[in-house]
Every structure is written in structure tokens, then in C-alpha cells.
């Protein structure tokens, strides 16, 4: 079982509609959560972190459950400009829990907005 | 604010040469990652410096592999020698924190 599971998609939306991308993770000790989001050949950028009491930033609203361990990203209002590949990673200890400089990230989720 | 670099861009080697990988972190961030990501896989963590401390090196797929991070600023990993296996986008990544990690561009590596 992979630790950070993604669906791959692709998503095929049109502008102007409402996506939402789901993730599990496996560890129960992971401590922080993330969607990073990543453009063709390019590197991962930190979209926004997620917390427990769910966030928003614009259109983007990011819902994080613990218990079961489970975390989703919403788009309202698509633009072509969303288009990319969206990783979820989470944040992981080391063997020994001393340190959490680990992320783990899923394969990530592809999204095309086309017009 | 300059982001983390990474050098070079892009290295296209033989089997059983040596390649070294730099990475220049964001100014002020104790914290460096490696990562990589091999094709077809998703992205996965190597090791993590804080300064020039190895935090956790669990990553690190074998002894061929050496990252380095003296007077802890850049750091530099080595590939010696490279196998076929190796090919992959190699990130660098720095935090002020242990969250919010900022990657480079990477370096696209190529065992030929």
C-alpha cells in the first residue's frame, strides 16, 4: 500500500467549474499536510498547507481528517491556468520520531481546464 | 529573495562515471533536502541537513550515494559510480522551519 494514495486522474474540467482531489495517508504519525501543486517539468511549489480546521485561500479550500486520515483540495471557479499536476505530501518522522524534515508525497493527481 | 537554486540544470553521463549535484538553499534556511524523482514514480525523500548535520539520511537508496553540506550552507551530492537506475529529476528543497519546504528547480539526470 503506497503511503500517500492520490487518485491520478486525469481531470478533464471546463473553465469556470468546481474540482475537488482526495487523499489518504497511511501514517498516523505524520504531523503536517500539504498540497503542493506542480507544472510540466518544473519543480513541486507549495500551493497551501492544510489544517485540521479546514482553510481556504481564494478559490482553493483544503479539508484535512484525521481520524481518517484523509485529506482533500477543492477548486471553485477553474481556470485554464489551474491546469498542472497536484501532490499531496505529507510530513513524515524519521525512524527514531527525533526529526520531521520527511515529506511524503503522493503521485499526484494531473488537472487540465480547457476552455 | 533569491529561491533555492540548483546546478546544473541538466547532466547527461555514462555508466560508472561520477556526477556531482549543487544545491544553493534560500538565505537563512538552516534546512536542506534532497529528493528525487525517478520515472514513472512519485517524488521521494533522500535525506535532510540541518546545517551541516545529517538529520536523517534514510532516503538514501545506497553507498554509492554522498551528500554533503560543509559550514552548512550549499550542500553538493555525489553519484559514484552511476547506474542506469539513477536517471531522475534530482529536487533540492530548504526550510526556515521543518514545514513549508521550497524546492529548486532540480537536475535532470541522465545514465546513459
Known amino acids: 500500500r503506497k503511503e500517500v494514495e492520490q487518485d491520478p486522474g486525469p481531470f478533464n474540467v471546463p473553465e469556470g467549474a468546481t474540482v475537488a482531489f482526495n487523499c489518504t495517508y497511511s501514517n498516523s504519525a505524520s504531523q503536517s499536510f500539504f498540497w503542493y501543486r506542480q507544472d510540466c517539468r518544473k519543480e513541486p511549489k507549495l500551493l497551501m498547507s492544510?489544517?485540521?480546521s479546514g482553510n481556504e485561500d481564494g478559490r482553493f479550500t483544503a479539508q484535512l481528517n484525521r481520524a481518517s486520515q484523509y485529506i482533500s483540495l477543492l477548486i471553485r471557479d477553474s481556470k485554464l491556468s489551474d491546469s498542472a499536476t497536484y501532490l499531496c505530501v505529507v510530513n513524515d518522522p524519521n525512524a527514531g520520531g527525533t526529526s520531521y524534515g520527511k515529506l511524503t508525497f503522493g503521485q499526484g493527481t494531473i488537472l487540465t481546464v480547457h476552455p | 529573495e533569491a529561491g533555492v537554486t540548483q546546478f546544473p540544470s541538466h547532466s547527461v553521463i555514462e555508466k560508472g562515471q561520477t556526477v556531482t549535484l549543487r544545491c544553493d538553499p534560500i538565505?537563512?534556511?538552516?534546512?536542506l533536502y534532497w529528493y528525487r524523482r525517478v520515472m514513472g514514480k512519485e517524488i521521494k525523500f533522500l535525506l535532510h541537513f540541518v546545517k551541516e548535520s545529517k538529520q536523517d539520511e534514510s532516503g538514501m537508496p545506497n553507498n554509492r550515494f554522498l551528500a554533503e553540506r560543509t559550514g552548512g550552507t550549499y550542500s553538493t551530492l555525489k553519484v559514484q559510480p552511476a547506474e542506469l537506475e539513477d536517471s531522475g529529476v534530482y529536487f533540492c528543497?530548504?526550510?526556515?522551519?521543518?514545514?513549508?519546504?521550497?524546492f529548486g528547480p532540480g537536475t535532470r539526470l541522465t545514465v546513459t
Open positions: 492544510v489544517y485540521s
Open positions: 538565505s537563512g534556511h538552516d534546512n
Open positions: 528543497a530548504s526550510s526556515h522551519w521543518t514545514y513549508e519546504q521550497y
